[in-house]
């Protein structure tokens, strides 16, 4: 699969003589209008060849998936994985651009056909501030803007866990997530439909709950599009380990 450029302003190449341009997965230095160094991009492992559903939990906590759909672009490990782990913070920002290029061509919806409206798993408020960064709310801007489907910010929420969620164990992890998120808006969503953007699909309790609170509010269809998967191959119910930790706890 080969770069397609993407779009820079004249700034940009004046801001690389500065600050020069680094690979968000290996930090080498890159050329200015590059989102990823050769190597890397041919080191990604896509998920491909294969319906979603083979990926992706029939069940969550004993249920069907709140969800209607879910993709991701890529397994966790390797090069997605270090690109998504520093895209944690502002170095792997080009990642989000590059990923959102990828996935458009997986959902199909870069006509709007399947979508009205994007929105992205929320990080704790707190957080966000602190961090001044929500690396879902990136990835989700980003498709908004290669397919023109609006990005709504802050139909749900999330409240401050007392315990990080990479320390409990996996039922409580559901329950967990059943009483983290919550809708935070009176917008309606009737008959809409809506991608839900995430950076790691790991267990599914995060993604399932917020597509619940989405069709709560209304939502036709909810499609949660994830840069990566933790890698299921070998066992469909593995964890994969503690990605969303990585992610929300940090
Ligand atoms: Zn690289």
């Avoid at 230095?29 to 190597?39: A, K, P, S, T, Y």
């Avoid at 919806?109 to 960064?133: C, E, F, L, N, Q």
């Avoid at 949660?224 to 070998?234: E, G, K, L, Q």
Wanted: with cysteine.
């Amino acid at each position: 699969m080969t770069l397609n450029r993407p779009r820079f302003l004249c700034s940009d190449f004046f801001l690389d003589l500065i600050y020069p341009t680094r690979c968000p997965a290996c930090m080498r230095v890159i050329g200015w209008d590059m989102q990823l160094c050769g190597e890397c991009e041919s080191g990604l492992e896509y998920i491909e060849g294969v319906p979603w559903q083979a990926i992706f939990p029939e069940e969550i906590n004993g249920e069907a998936p709140s969800f209607d759909r879910a993709e991701a672009l890529f397994y966790y490990s390797g090069t997605a994985r270090d690109a998504v782990l520093s895209l944690k913070n502002r170095r792997g920002v080009r990642f989000a651009d590059y990923a959102a290029k990828r996935i458009v061509e997986k959902l199909a919806v870069d006509d709007g056909d399947d979508a009205d409206i994007i929105t992205s798993v929320p990080m704790h408020r707190s957080k966000k501030r602190k961090r001044g960064y929500d690396q879902a709310e990136v990835f989700a801007r980003a498709l908004s803007r290669e397919t023109g489907i609006e990005y709504v910010p802050d139909l749900l929420a999330h409240r401050k866990n007392k315990v990080a969620q990479h320390e409990l164990g996996m039922e409580e992890r559901f329950t967990s997530a059943d009483t983290t998120y919550h809708i935070n808006s009176g917008t309606s969503l009737k008959g809409r439909r809506v991608i839900l953007c995430d950076d790691i699909f790991t267990t599914g309790a995060t993604a399932n709950v917020c597509s619940r609170l989405l069709k709560d509010m209304g939502a036709e269809k909810v499609t949660v599009a994830a840069i990566c998967r933790t890698d299921n191959r070998s066992d469909k119910n593995k964890s994969g380990g503690d990605t969303s930790a990585e992610r929300r706890e940090g």
